[in-house]
């Protein structure tokens, strides 16, 4: 790539001039859009950011910084970014293990790696999980963020460092001392939030719910555990100390971060695309803007970012039409930590808890599981398999598996799909011909779809054992698409007939295909090289002078 190719890719992934222009169209609009989402994010960010270990302040910090920078560089006009659910089943164990400063180098390193992504242009590969995957992957986070909300609900400390230990230490703890007033209070704020969603869903139902119980949390002197002190004013920007001797034991993890907040953003950017009428996002700019985002957000002391489906789905119902509203929703996120600060800091965790839980709920679309779950056993599979993955292993982990085998049953199938029969040589009636050929010693058989690894063999193996035949042609046009395996069991084949005195004619060779079968000797394997046709009644006509001649003598 040249200096000026580089220059214009590079030029191709920053901000354009139309992204300002199209923020004027309809400026308020954006602006009830992006306090409706901000009142919205307020309690997700604080009680993801508790989630991930890294605290509340964390999360409303990472909303605020990387929320603001992916909107004016991403590649969507309606993202809205910020602290997820997913993300946070990613950092727990990275906190637990090396503490803020190894999230900070995770951080960092994610965003180095999704810059190389959209320099790469890789943005346009994510449309390629099958839905079966996706589908599972949510189901699964859901599962997931709802067991780590069991401390919380519950009022208890939780011990262990998978998410499933957790969950089994607190219903442990509390069962040994059971306290019943964080369950209820968190119980009351997923009633209110599904309620208010269902009745309201203009309404910040989370936010409601939330102010509700931390007044009545107040008023009735409950002893709950609460968010804390937060910041007053956004922290200047710092270099944590790195540990440079964990340094290698983070690219694993940093490549887990970058990896899904890649998938996470790019789904929720897909999914702000069928909403509205006319936007289409920008892969690779995507990509590029979550990258700067998680370049920027640690050094304030926030954690790795991505774009949020649901506050992206808040946003488009709300009216925004710009990025001007997700940038509008960062500038509010701010003023709440600079005017309320010392109210949130009171909100009780099992609140928060509530509003996650919740949040799981309304992740789930039933009738999306229900259609895939009747649409076959294969793709039942796969959700099944990427749900107890994401459960048990690593989130991208489990993305992999589920691509793993949602390509292994589209190769089963497309296996089955292969066909090779004998058919009749021209549209038609002509089975007097066809018997006149056989009684020639003569059979021609096509060969349909793609000839590949995964179905080759099947396929051909009847065509080694045929006997009483001096002639075949194999009819080579409805071919599809051939690798090198399926290039050498044809030849393997061939060369079978050929030493049993069973000559072998091909007609109809698609160019296209011509290389990689020269290349594997399918060719080389024939008697003659004088034995490919390009029409199939050439073939016939070969044939039948071959069988006219001297049995065994060469054509």
């Not at 928060?352 to 679309?365: K, P, Q, S, W």
């Not at 056989?438 to 006997?467: K, M, N, T, W």
């Amino acid at each position: 790539m040249s200096l000026g190719d580089a220059r214009a890719k590079l030029l191709r992934l920053v901000p354009q001039r139309a992204d300002l222009a199209k923020m004027t169209h309809a400026p308020r609009h954006d602006l009830v859009a992006g306090v409706t989402v901000g009142l919205v994010a307020l309690p997700l960010a604080l009680g993801f950011g508790i989630s991930s270990g890294m605290g509340a302040s964390a999360g409303l910090i990472t909303a605020v910084v990387a929320g603001f920078i992916a909107a004016v560089f991403g590649g969507s006009n309606l993202q809205v970014s910020g602290p997820t659910g997913a993300m946070t089943v990613v950092l727990i164990p990275i906190v637990a293990a090396h503490g803020v400063a190894g999230v900070f180098v995770v951080g960092v390193m994610a965003g180095l790696m999704l810059l190389a992504m959209a320099t790469a242009g890789l943005g346009r590969y994510a449309r390629h999980v099958p839905l079966p995957v996706v589908e599972g992957f949510t189901l699964g986070i859901a599962l997931v963020i709802g067991l780590q909300q069991l401390p919380g609900a519950l009022g208890v400390k939780a011990r262990g460092t998978s998410v499933l230990a957790q969950a089994g230490s607190a219903a442990s703890s509390w069962l040994a001392r059971p306290d019943w007033a964080p369950l209820l209070m968190t119980a009351g704020v997923v009633i209110a939030m599904l309620v208010v969603a269902r009745v309201r869903p203009a309404w910040p139902g989370s936010l409601l719910a939330v102010a509700l119980a931390t007044g009545v949390a107040q008023l009735a002197g409950l002893q709950v555990g609460r968010v804390g002190t937060l910041p007053d004013s956004l922290p200047a920007p710092r270099l944590p100390s790195v540990p440079w001797a964990d340094l290698g034991s983070l690219i694993l993890p940093a490549l887990a971060v970058a990896l899904l907040a890649a998938l996470e953003s790019l789904l929720s950017a897909t999914v702000a695309d069928a909403m509205s009428i006319s936007e289409r996002h920008d892969p690779d700019r995507e990509l590029f803007g979550q990258g700067l985002a998680n370049l920027v957000g640690p050094l304030f002391g926030g954690m790795p970012a991505t774009g949020a489906i649901a506050r992206t789905a808040v946003n488009v119902r709300s009216g925004g039409r710009s990025r001007l509203a997700a940038i509008t929703h960062s500038v509010f996120l701010l003023a709440v930590i600079l005017v309320l600060g010392p109210f949130i800091s009171r909100v009780p965790i099992a609140a928060l808890a509530g509003v996650l839980v919740a949040t799981c709920i309304r992740m789930v679309e039933i009738r999306s599981l229900r259609s895939l779950w009747r649409s076959g056993r294969g793709e039942a599979g796969v959700l099944v398999a990427t749900v107890a993955a994401t459960v048990v292993l690593d989130l991208v982990e489990a993305v992999l598996l589920g691509v793993v085998a949602a390509g292994a049953l589209a190769l089963r199938r497309a296996a089955k799909a292969v066909t090779v029969e004998q058919v009749p040589l021209q549209d038609g009636d002509h089975e007097d011909e066809e018997h006149a050929l056989l009684d020639e010693h003569i059979v021609a058989y096509r060969i349909d779809g793609p000839l590949f690894f995964a179905g080759a063999h099947q396929a051909l193996l009847g065509l080694a054992s045929l006997s009483d035949v001096q002639v075949v042609i194999l009819r080579l046009s409805r071919i599809s698409s051939i690798d090198a395996t399926g290039a050498a069991v044809l030849r393997d084949t061939i060369i079978q007939l050929e030493r049993r005195g069973i000559r072998v004619l091909l007609s109809g060779v698609p160019a296209h295909h011509s290389l990689i079968l020269g290349t594997l000797g399918v060719y080389d394997s024939l008697a003659h090289e004088r034995h490919v046709f390009a029409t199939t009644p050439d073939a016939i006509a070969h044939a039948r002078m071959h069988v006219a001649r001297v049995p065994h003598q060469l054509a």
